[in-house]
């Protein structure tokens, strides 16, 4: 062997030792959704359509967090977590990445209002948009639905969790909880609160969407799982994905039965 061929030899071992040294990618860390969150499974369940050793993902385990600090985590090099999902808004796609397509039909934006039953009476269908402007609603800090809700005229109160704006609710602090057609009875099935109810033949809408979210430096896996979500989309299995998820709720609720009160979205359209 001469010297040259010693040397691309060489080369040669080189390049496959440190192609087999090589850190596998990093995964892409989010917070795990918490138990009975449908809408968290089904984000899961599109993750888990990419094969780990190309795409892998790593959940945290539940914590309380706000969803601006979740925001801030997202948005920073090292932060506490790679991905969050959630409604958009103007701020969220100047401040993260926001991953296309949306993933919910745009049905995030639909809301049925959950009352105490006993007030059902003071809830008719034909319930004039003025009077329902005048009533409290429930929202969560730093929920884009706040900015939503009062830009259209609506009083809104707020509170950091869900659980704290049911009770709220319950205690007569708010006279009514705006929740979407998603999430609404998966909430109230895990309450089991009986004196809370859905107003019937009511909702509101405005345009919105969830998306996926991450941060605005370079990263390879985003840039992979932003292509796996438009072949989900591309192919039709999103859309099986969320019917296997979603029709089981959203037919007993009986969307096209109810009067639904248009509002403006001014964050996203």
Same mark, same amino acid.
């Given at each position: 062997?001469?010297?040259?061929?010693?040397?691309?030899?060489?080369?040669?071992?080189?390049?496959?030792?440190?192609?087999?040294?090589?850190?596998?990618?990093?995964?892409?860390?989010?917070?795990?959704?918490?138990?009975?969150?449908?809408?968290?499974?089904?984000?899961?369940?599109?993750?888990?359509?990419?094969?780990?050793?190309?795409?892998?993902?790593?959940?945290?385990?539940? &914590?309380?967090?706000? *969803? $601006? @600090?979740? +925001? /801030?985590?997202?948005?920073? =090099?090292?932060?506490?977590?790679? !991905?969050?999902?959630? &409604?958009?808004?103007? *701020? $969220? @796609?100047? +401040? /993260?990445?926001?991953?296309? =397509?949306?993933?919910?039909?745009? !049905?995030?934006?639909?809301?049925?209002?959950?009352? $105490? @039953?006993?007030? /059902?009476?003071?809830?008719?269908?034909?319930?004039?948009?003025?009077?329902?402007?005048?009533?409290?609603?429930?929202?969560?800090?730093?929920?884009?639905?706040?900015?939503?809700?009062?830009?259209?005229?609506?009083?809104?109160?707020?509170?950091?969790?869900?659980?704290?704006?049911?009770?709220?609710?319950?205690?007569?602090?708010?006279?009514?909880?705006?929740?979407?057609?998603?999430?609404?009875?998966?909430?109230?099935?895990?309450?089991?609160?009986?004196?809370?109810?859905?107003?019937?033949?009511?909702?509101?809408?405005?345009?919105?969407?969830?998306?996926?979210?991450?941060?605005?430096?370079?990263?390879?896996?985003?840039?992979?799982?932003?292509?796996?979500?438009?072949?989900?989309?591309?192919?039709?299995?999103?859309?099986?994905?969320?019917?296997?998820?979603?029709?089981?709720?959203?037919?007993?609720?009986?969307?096209?039965?109810?009067?639904?009160?248009?509002?403006?979205?001014?964050?996203?359209?």
């Amino acid at each position: 062997m001469t010297g040259v061929d010693r040397r691309c030899c060489l080369g040669a071992l080189c390049g496959l030792a440190a192609t087999a040294m090589a850190a596998p990618p990093a995964p892409l860390r989010y917070i795990a959704p918490a138990a009975g969150d449908r809408f968290g499974s089904y984000v899961l369940s599109l993750l888990a359509r990419a094969r780990p050793e190309h795409l892998p993902c790593h959940a945290l385990p539940q &914590m309380p967090i706000t *969803q $601006r @600090r979740l +925001e /801030l985590e997202v948005s920073r =090099p090292g932060g506490l977590v790679d !991905l969050m999902w959630g &409604m958009s808004s103007a *701020q $969220r @796609r100047q +401040e /993260l990445r926001r991953l296309e =397509p949306r993933l919910d039909e745009g !049905l995030i934006g639909c809301r049925l209002l959950v009352v $105490r @039953r006993q007030d /059902l009476p003071r809830w008719p269908a034909a319930l004039a948009t003025a009077a329902l402007q005048a009533r409290r609603a429930g929202q969560g800090l730093h929920w884009p639905d706040v900015d939503i809700l009062r830009d259209n005229g609506f009083t809104v109160s707020t509170a950091g969790s869900t659980a704290a704006l049911y009770e709220m609710l319950a205690l007569g602090h708010i006279d009514y909880f705006p929740r979407s057609v998603l999430e609404v009875l998966e909430e109230l099935a895990t309450l089991d609160n009986p004196a809370l109810a859905i107003v019937p033949g009511l909702m509101l809408s405005y345009p919105a969407g969830n998306h996926i979210f991450a941060g605005r430096h370079p990263n390879p896996q985003v840039d992979a799982l932003q292509a796996l979500l438009q072949q989900l989309a591309a192919g039709g299995e999103m859309r099986r994905l969320f019917a296997k998820a979603f029709d089981p709720v959203l037919t007993p609720l009986a969307l096209k039965t109810r009067r639904s009160i248009p509002l403006r979205n001014p964050l996203d359209a």
